[in-house]
């Protein structure tokens, strides 16, 4: 079944404490992207990625690192989280069609509190 | 930067009466996408619109986008209360997301 996977999907951690998100899509996507969601400001991009090893920031970009060492996962990593961190967040990917973008395709989210 | 406003943020709506949403933007967007997220679940695409003027039907939905490609909207013709959630326009290039427009429906 093509999906896009994340764990874990519940996080409780405290601030400071270093956290691995993971996301795998098993539909050879090149393109992959995190995003946060909070109450009134939607969907905002964190960063993104093309290709391996080719990332680039989003929109709201600080306080976290992504890597993409493989095609299929593109981890976002919170060096040292802060209760503004607190969210939901999902991963994305999608195929890219003529170096564009198509339709995203998103993981189930992970719900992260950071205390 | 590029932004995509939509509104309104909240709409609550009686069973069968129409809904529209509206996403505008500050800059021309060479296409749009609309998802929809039901509650406590993730988005999902729906649509993209490509063409200037374009407009294009699900069943009860229609999708326009503007002349100009800076706006669109989403029209639901008679809701029902399967169509709860909230709903985002998403232009490119970075894929911009509109605050989502949330929808509920009064059976």
């Known amino acids: 079944e093509a999906q896009v996977t994340q764990n874990p999907r519940y996080l409780i951690t405290v601030t400071g404490k270093k956290l691995t998100v993971t996301c795998s899509q098993n539909?050879?996507?090149?393109?992959m992207s995190w995003y946060r969601q909070d109450p009134g400001l939607g969907l905002r991009q964190i960063y993104y990625?093309?290709?391996?090893?080719?990332?680039d920031k989003g929109d709201v970009p600080e306080g976290y690192k992504v890597s993409r060492k493989e095609k299929r996962n593109f981890p976002l990593i919170l060096e040292s989280p802060s209760p503004n961190q607190t969210s939901l967040y999902f991963c994305?990917?999608?195929?890219?069609?003529?170096?564009?973008?198509?339709?995203?395709?998103f993981g189930p989210g992970t719900r992260l509190l950071v205390l | 930067g590029q932004q995509v406003m939509q509104i309104p943020q909240y709409q609550h709506v009686q069973e069968g009466e129409d809904f529209t949403t509206y996403c505008n933007s500050s800059?021309?967007?060479?296409?749009i996408q609309w998802y929809k997220q039901r509650p406590g679940g993730h988005p999902v695409f729906l649509i993209q619109?490509?063409?200037?003027?374009e407009v294009k039907k699900q069943k009860r939905l229609t999708f326009q986008f503007g002349e100009a490609k800076k706006n669109s909207s989403l029209h639901i013709t008679a809701t029902q209360t399967t169509d709860v959630g909230t709903y985002f326009c998403a232009g490119r290039r970075k894929l911009i997301f509109g605050q989502g427009t949330e929808l509920s429906v009064k059976p």
């Open positions: 990625s093309m290709n391996v090893e080719v990332t």
């Open positions: 994305a990917s999608s195929p890219l069609t003529g170096g564009r973008q198509e339709t995203q395709y």
């Open positions: 800059t021309t967007l060479s296409n």
């Open positions: 619109l490509v063409k200037s003027g």
């Open positions: 539909m050879n996507h090149e393109y």
